[in-house]
């Protein structure tokens, strides 16, 4: 048990950020203790100490908040000295000083974990992208070239851990190992049923001008329709087949509601749906719910569409991820905790792949405003398909290399490597043709 002294003030914020750090990351139970003068965090125990100085709520004055543009960092710096271990630094200052039971360290590691896991950054964003998102290119460590591929809160954890061992704390087994999560967000569950055949081949006429490749689709939906083919969506076997082979379970997310004209490919109670599903669960994989489009601030429609979900699934859908990844911090984290959601996995940038709450690993959640944490956990989503393909607009080389890099890190800090491949984004109908050579790639 470590004691933790801490200023009297941005109490629950604080404990937050200590009790995740410590205590989730590095296995460390604490006690904290509020109210000492001085402006910093104190961790001791026997006769030893670390301290880490306060360079951010500290320095917030009496009555105001620290949700501000002005409080946000304007670079990050990559720490250069020695037992820094090249940490980026957010707040704070390179200087560490180390003696035999005394560390005081000037990077405010517990304001730089705050800030990248309650994401409070993006709940000032005046700019939105196209879908009411926070865009990428505005988070601090896109601005900041390379560091979207840098966890940097594992990294903050691997470094305090190496202190205490370093002075002598006997620190605890870390028990998580490296493993990839596969998910699958359905969409458009077949390609072939998801709009009339009129309008499908229609619409692929009018798009290439090729009567060839209609005359092949025609085809392709006639051995389709008389079971002689697979429909080119229905990849569901070859998913689970490779999450099997990595001695993983897939997530299939299923839409349960939804009126804009970003969903409405199916209804989650038709009877061939519910067919997929059985065959899903058959299987031993799991289910989610993939609240739709408008859902990411209305609590009644993520638990309409999560019980429509669970109903026609006939199990409990406790997962989720939000349609086209919109979300609003904190709202969304609310309405989804308020509507029995227990564990979300929505935080990946759609344009920019890589670490956007700086972690590999699952974490539990701080509502900013409520200023309390939420029973609910979010498992960041780190590797999506059409984020390399259309958002970034990579080769399928530039792809794999992205990729590798993430999976890298994921490694060094045996975390978890959450992809999302979409089952469409594997058939030559829409030009996925060899893309299943990332997917492969990433999971083994
Ligand atoms: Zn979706």
């Not at 026997?46 to 409080?71: C, L, R, T």
């Not at 390609?191 to 290439?208: E, I, Q, V």
């Not at 993430?406 to 058939?427: D, T, Y």
Request: proline letters at 5%.
């Amino acid at each position: 048990m470590i004691k933790v002294y801490i200023p009297n003030n941005f109490i629950p914020e604080r404990t937050y950020a200590i009790r995740t750090l410590l205590t989730h990351y590095c296995g460390i139970p604490v006690d904290i203790v509020v109210g000492h003068n001085s402006s910093q965090y104190e961790l001791k125990w026997e006769d030893k100490s670390i301290v880490i100085a306060d360079h951010f709520f500290g320095k917030i004055p009496e009555g105001q908040s620290y949700i501000h543009e002005s409080h946000i960092p304007k670079t990050i710096v990559e720490a250069s000295s020695i037992g820094f271990q090249n940490i980026p630094i957010l707040f704070g200052k390179e200087q560490l000083e180390i003696t035999r039971d005394h560390i005081v360290c000037h990077v405010d590691i517990f304001a730089g974990v705050f800030f990248m896991l309650t994401r409070w950054e993006e709940s000032l964003g005046k700019r939105k992208d196209l879908h009411d998102r926070f865009p990428a290119a505005e988070a601090l460590v896109v601005k900041n070239e390379g560091y979207i591929l840098r966890p940097i809160v594992d990294e903050y954890s691997f470094l305090l851990r190496t202190w205490l061992l370093a002075i002598g704390y006997s620190l605890p087994e870390i028990s998580s190992t490296f493993k990839t999560v596969l998910s699958c967000d359905v969409d458009i569950p077949f390609y072939w049923r998801s709009k009339p055949l009129w309008k499908n081949l229609g619409g692929r006429l009018l798009k290439h001008w090729n009567i060839l490749n209609t005359l092949k689709d025609y085809k392709s939906f006639r051995a389709v329709k008389t079971s002689a083919d697979k429909d080119p969506y229905d990849t569901y076997d070859y998913l689970m087949d490779l999450a099997e082979k990595g001695e993983s379970k897939m997530q299939f997310n299923f839409i349960g509601g939804g009126k804009t004209k970003y969903e409405g490919y199916y209804k989650i109670d038709e009877p061939h749906i519910k067919a997929l599903i059985d065959h899903i669960i058959s299987r031993g994989h799991h289910i989610g719910v993939h609240p739709s489009y408008d859902s990411y601030k209305d609590e009644l429609l993520i638990r309409q569409e999560k019980e429509a979900v669970a109903s026609s699934a006939g199990i409990s859908v406790v997962r989720s991820r939000q349609h086209y990844l919109r979300f609003a911090v904190p709202e969304t984290w609310q309405k989804l905790s308020a509507s029995g959601i227990i564990e979300d996995s929505t935080l990946g940038y759609a344009a920019e792949p890589g670490f956007r709450c700086g972690t590999c690993k699952p974490f539990p959640v701080f509502d900013i405003h409520q200023r309390e944490q939420l029973p609910l956990t979010e498992r960041p989503l780190l590797i999506m398909d059409v984020s390399f393909r259309m958002y970034k607009k990579l080769s399928i080389k530039e792809s794999i290399k992205l990729a590798e890099q993430i999976k890298e890190q994921v490694k060094k800090h045996n975390g978890e490597l959450v992809v999302l491949w979409h089952n469409s984004s594997l058939s030559e109908v829409d030009g996925w043709t060899d893309w299943n050579a990332v997917l492969e790639k990433v999971v083994h």
